[in-house]
């Protein structure tokens, strides 16, 4: 009688263990559901301030580094938006700028950076064809990351 017992007691345990892991898969499925849906917003907001122009990741900028060139076919406000950080643990505050530079002319517009941040700011480029110079004046290597993006 005693095995009878135990026999249904961990039918029910498995009963209700397989009823536990199909409700965290449902609820799974609907959190993957909702970052789909989250990231589509997302996307369908940057596409809403405007076209990105250029974006890059770079995970070190020791002193100097240049990007790819993007062009500009008329007269366009856009807006540069830059996060850095040190990529190894110092207590130096990144120092660093980001340049848009036309080609032929070497006309620039540029953006410091001073601490690990955020940083957005607002620029009219005429047409031409571009590219960002990324410098550091930091002690350490710092990870930069962005967009310039059209308002």
């Known amino acids: 009688m005693l095995r009878g017992k135990f026999k249904n007691t961990l039918l029910c345990a498995v009963a209700a263990s397989a009823l536990t892991i199909g409700t965290q898969a449902a609820f799974a499925s609907d959190s993957t559901q909702n970052s789909i849906q ?6 369908v907001q940057a596409n809403a301030q405007g076209q990105v122009l250029i974006s890059f990741d770079i995970s070190r900028v020791d002193r100097w580094h240049n ?3 993007f062009t500009v076919d008329s007269t366009k406000s856009v807006k540069l938006k830059v996060n850095t950080a040190n ?11 980001v340049s848009i530079i036309r080609l032929g002319d070497r006309k620039s517009v540029s953006m410091s ?7 957005e700011e607002d620029f009219i480029l ?4 571009y590219y960002l110079e990324f410098a550091n004046y ?4 710092v990870y930069m990351r962005g967009s310039v993006v059209e308002n």
């Open 113 to 119: 950076i001073v601490a690990r941040d955020y940083k």
């Open 67 to 69: 990007s790819e060139t």
């Open 138 to 141: 930091a002690s350490v290597p």
């Open 87 to 97: 990529i190894v643990w110092a207590p130096v505050y990144p120092d660093s700028k």
């Open 38 to 43: 989250k990231l589509s917003q997302e996307k």
């Open 126 to 129: 005429e047409p031409g064809t």
